[in-house]
């Protein structure tokens, strides 16, 4: 996994609530067996349907930060929204705050995402329309600061702090533990009803 | 010893190890699979060079990319046919079983589970797709995880997760006749929002819940994550054992008195505690339809579809886009809209008691001149008794296409889609934007509004059909 430490880029603002994943990815685009090639399937309905759309703005052309509103994310379990974001040049996403699917795919990606109050996004969304709009977000200190010369400091599990910052993938954790989920699974059997396989 | 839910007691059986300040590593019970999401993590194993853990807790399905016409075994589009056998070849080279088209076993991922009687009280249930939570009708902790944490479950058979809050919501009444589980669900996510569940667990609860069958548990569950609940669940009752036994995954004999015994033992203690508590009146409940983009952009048939005014400023221009795209205008009826198509199914509402629910409506009328009607079966053993009830002939001959199982156009992944413009009145979970296809206008109703909507062209409650 990519890690993140520490980003200033240009702000992107989407001022939707409830941006879905079919939004973000529509189901026609699923077929693909890789995890590479969605970043120009992004928001692909809505940019060929609303030339205004901020992702076909040229002014928006090398944004990474992505900002939105309440709800972000919401919808099915494909990873491949989060794929398409970061595919799409993306490294974070600051919005009111996120579904818990796609919140937990963003972070097994390394896409950073980080909510704010509403009050500061609302401010964010609006003077981001400018396209000259830069923001920093420190993972390690947990701040975001913005262009006004205004931090904000954000919430962040210390777990998933730790696998960012260093771009550990939990699988690895998982398998270190494998003894333990070894033992588990021999003190359970008994209670197990079922099997997949045979008549 | 304090009073427990059944969210904490299925996950406390389920903890592994839990280390100070990490998420726990928790064991899944059993992973269901299907060809959209799967493929990436078994390349994820091969990357790695790993196996996968145990292919008896693991069962794969198609669904999503299959087509539903009647020779589907040609694929015609080069990406769904290469996912399809992708999937083939990852469960044949790991040993994991597959849900084969005619193997009378296929259908959609969350039809299926259940039918087999591998969902069962007491387990943690995961597969790569939000709709997961409809095996919690069981009594099981279900949710649905991406792709990576398919590949975790797939080479370790667990998954890092933080401990859910809890809500509870109560159902109190009855629902009358014409009112469905589809219903009550779609109700509860108007009143609490689409995020409202954001971050819990969901446990229903309340007298009127023990007289929903499993059916109406599975499309109640089916829609918990329309309101943000990653899992949504029923305590196992003599329901929940009347519908396991004697299924074919289901132990026989002094084997299934132990399970039994076992699987009561996850229920809530009377007097346990939650994070929050919402109650739904069931008795004042009419058929519901969305008018929006979202699940929660609903009302009852015979109401208006609300002013601008009325929402808060902040929502009001996600509102008006919602409308616009919709073609509607605010403070309209929502009765009497004409539609073009009509769509039963999904893993929503694509169980028998569904098929039968919208043959009621149907049987000796005829679907309007104007609107194409699907009815997709969830599983080829739904289809089966579809056809032995006889429900095939009354959908025929209504003039509605009675196809082959799977997800259909609840999600225009496949051949089936509703064309641009066109309005369909559909029994799916979700009318986001394009969702039955790019351009496409989505209302969310039960089977039997479906039903009534497609005789009449027009949106209308069942209640007079039935």
């Keep these: 996994m990519e890690k993140f430490t520490k980003l200033t880029a240009r702000a992107v603002p989407l001022p939707l609530n409830d941006v879905d994943t079919d939004m973000i990815l529509p189901a026609q685009f699923l077929t693909s067996t890789s995890r590479e090639g969605f970043g120009e399937k992004l928001f692909r309905r809505l940019r060929d349907t609303d030339a205004s759309f901020p992702l076909n703005q040229e002014k928006f052309s090398d944004g990474q930060i992505l900002i939105g509103g309440r709800n972000f994310g919401c919808g099915s379990s494909r990873e491949h929204a989060v794929w398409a974001i970061a595919g799409g040049g993306f490294k974070a996403v600051i919005a009111k705050s996120f579904a818990d699917i796609f919140y937990n795919n963003s972070a097994k990606n390394g896409l950073l995402l980080v909510t704010l109050a509403d009050a500061v996004i609302d401010r964010v969304l609006a003077d981001a329309h400018s396209g000259q709009y830069e923001v920093t977000v420190d993972l390690e200190k947990q701040t975001v600061n913005l262009p006004d010369g205004s931090a904000f400091s954000f919430d962040y599990d210390p777990f998933r702090k730790h696998c960012m910052l260093n771009g550990l993938d939990d699988i690895d954790y998982i398998l270190s533990h494998k003894s333990k989920i070894d033992q588990f699974r021999r003190q359970q059997d008994n209670n197990r009803f079922f099997s997949t396989l045979g008549n | ?466």
Excluded at chain 2, 279 to 291: A, C, E
Excluded at chain 2, 460 to 465: A, L
């Design chain 2, 1 to 466: 010893m304090s009073p427990k839910s059944i969210v904490e007691k299925i996950w406390e059986a389920h903890v592994v190890e839990q280390l100070s300040g990490h998420p726990a590593v928790l064991a899944v019970d059993l992973m269901l699979i299907h060809e959209v999401t799967s493929a990436q993590a078994f390349q994820t194993l091969a990357d790695k060079g790993l196996e996968v853990a145990d292919p008896s807790r693991m069962l794969a399905t198609l669904d999503h990319s299959i087509p539903t016409r009647k020779n589907r075994f040609e694929i015609f589009d080069a990406d769904a046919k290469n996912q399809v056998e992708t999937l083939r070849r990852n469960c044949n080279r790991h040993g994991i079983p597959l849900c084969e088209m005619d193997s009378g076993t296929q259908g959609v991922v969350h039809v299926v589970g259940p039918e087999q009687g591998l969902t069962q009280p007491g387990m943690v249930i995961v597969c790569g797709d939000s709709h997961t939570a409809t095996h919690g009708a069981f009594g099981a902790l279900a949710f649905g995880i991406g792709t990576s944490e398919v590949g975790h479950v797939l080479a370790t058979g667990c998954l890092l997760q933080q401990k859910p809050k809890i809500m509870s919501v109560e159902f109190k009444g009855r629902l009358r006749k014409g009112v469905y589980a589809k219903d009550a669900i779609l109700k509860l996510i108007a009143q609490i929002g689409v995020s409202g569940a954001n971050g819990y667990v969901i446990e229903y609860c309340g007298e009127a819940v023990r007289h929903f069958s499993m059916e109406e548990r599975m499309t109640i569950c089916n829609m918990s994550i329309e309101c943000g609940g990653r899992a949504g669940l029923f305590g196992p009752d003599s329901t929940t054992l009347e519908y396991l036994r004697g299924r074919t995954r289901v132990p026989k004999g002094a084997e299934w008195e132990r399970a039994v015994e076992y699987w009561r033992s996850f229920v809530s203690d009377p007097g346990c505690a939650y994070d929050r508590s919402v109650v739904v009146d069931l008795d004042q409940l009419k058929p519901m339809v969305t008018w929006g983009t979202t699940p929660g952009q609903g009302c009852d048939i015979g109401s208006k579809i609300p002013s601008l005014a009325s929402f808060p400023a902040a929502e009001q221009a996600s509102v008006k886009r919602a409308l616009e795209y919709m073609g509607l205008n605010e403070g309209e009826a929502i009765a009497e809209t004409p539609i073009d198509w009509a769509f039963v199914g999904s893993c929503t509402n694509g169980r028998i008691e569904d098929l039968r629910a919208a043959a009621q409506v149907l049987k000796g009328r005829k679907v309007h001149k104007n609107v194409t009607m699907y009815v997709v079966p969830g599983s080829e053993a739904v289809m089966k008794q579809a056809q032995e009830e006889g429900l095939d002939r009354v959908f025929v001959e209504a003039g509605a296409d009675f196809r082959m199982p799977g997800c259909s156009m609840c999600l225009a992944m496949n051949d089936d889609k509703v064309p641009e413009g066109k309005r369909c009145v559909s029994s799916s979970n979700r009318n986001f934007m394009g969702r039955q296809g790019p351009g496409s206008r989505t209302h969310l109703a039960s089977p039997a509004t479906v039903a009534a909507s497609a005789v009449e062209g027009r949106i209308v409650s069942p209640e007079k059909y039935l």
